[in-house]
Antibody, heavy 115, light 107 residues
Framework: EVQLVESGGGLVQPGGSLRLSCADSEFTFSSYWMNWVRQAPGKGLEWVANIKQDGSEKYYVDSVKGRFTISRDNAKNSLYLQMNSLRAEDTAVYYC????????WGQGTMVTVSS | AIRMTQSPSSFSASTGDRVTITCRASQSVGSFLTWYQQKPGTAPKLLIYAASTLQSGVPSRFSGSGSGTDFTLTISRLQSEDFAAYYCQQYYSYPITFGQGTRLDIK
């Protein structure tokens, strides 16, 4: 069974940085676009960013452009989200999700931005 | 950005009911639309993609229809495990956007 496992969340002060990771147990990781999606407490889902199979294309929601960077290491079956200049409004559970139809999701990792 | 609007935002129903949730896009998204189910404290689960294709393993009581700007998710006979939040999402253009969600509660 394909599993995605996120890690790297935690409590960070405004202006700080965090790096999230998403590990894929499936050897076909390199065949898929990969996404990050977040959900603020009690709110709906918000797509954050995605990356093409070979890393050559990356897209971001406007609110994180210039602050967040998505990347991947296909040799390690891993997806990353480098988050800089964090704001209170970035507080959310962050999920990684597979493919153009988001058919597999991780369990999520909580990011809390607070002083 | 394409705005996705779901209706209703929440409602109550009973086991065995037929339920329809609608999703309207602010501009055409073709058939690039998915539906997800989310239960409290868990990750979303893909139900329907390409507007009407049932994801493998999803019960056949779930169905999707529509194209362009108007879409529906129908649950033919509600089961107890179906009480959850439902989200539509367009993946026609960037930024990918979700509807605000529909919370389905037990009456």
């Amino acid at each position: 069974e394909v599993q995605l496992v996120e890690s790297g969340g935690g409590l960070v002060q405004p202006g700080g940085s965090l790096r999230l990771s998403c590990a894929d147990s499936e050897f076909t990781f390199s065949s898929y676009w990969m996404n990050w999606v977040r959900q603020a407490p009690g709110k709906g889902l918000e797509w954050v960013a995605n990356i093409k199979q070979d890393g050559s294309e990356k897209y971001y929601v406007d609110s994180v452009k210039g602050r967040f960077t998505i990347s991947r290491d296909n040799a390690k079956n891993s997806l990353y989200l480098q988050m800089n200049s964090l704001r209170a409004e970035d507080t959310a559970v962050y999920y990684c999700a597979r493919g153009s139809t988001f058919d597999i999701w991780g369990q999520g990792t909580m990011v809390t931005v607070s002083s | 950005a394409i705005r996705m609007t779901q209706s209703p935002s929440s409602f109550s129903a009973s086991t065995g009911d037929r339920v329809t949730i609608t999703c309207r896009a602010s501009q055409s998204v073709g058939s690039f639309l998915t539906w997800y189910q989310q239960k409290p404290g868990t990750a979303p689960k893909l139900l329907i993609y390409a507007a009407s294709t049932l994801q493998s393993g999803v019960p056949s009581r779930f169905s999707g229809s529509g194209s362009g700007t108007d879409f529906t998710l129908t649950i033919s006979r509600l089961q107890s495990e179906d009480f959850a939040a439902y989200y539509c999402q367009q993946y026609y253009s960037y930024p990918i956007t979700f509807g605000q969600g529909t919370r389905l509660d037990i009456k």
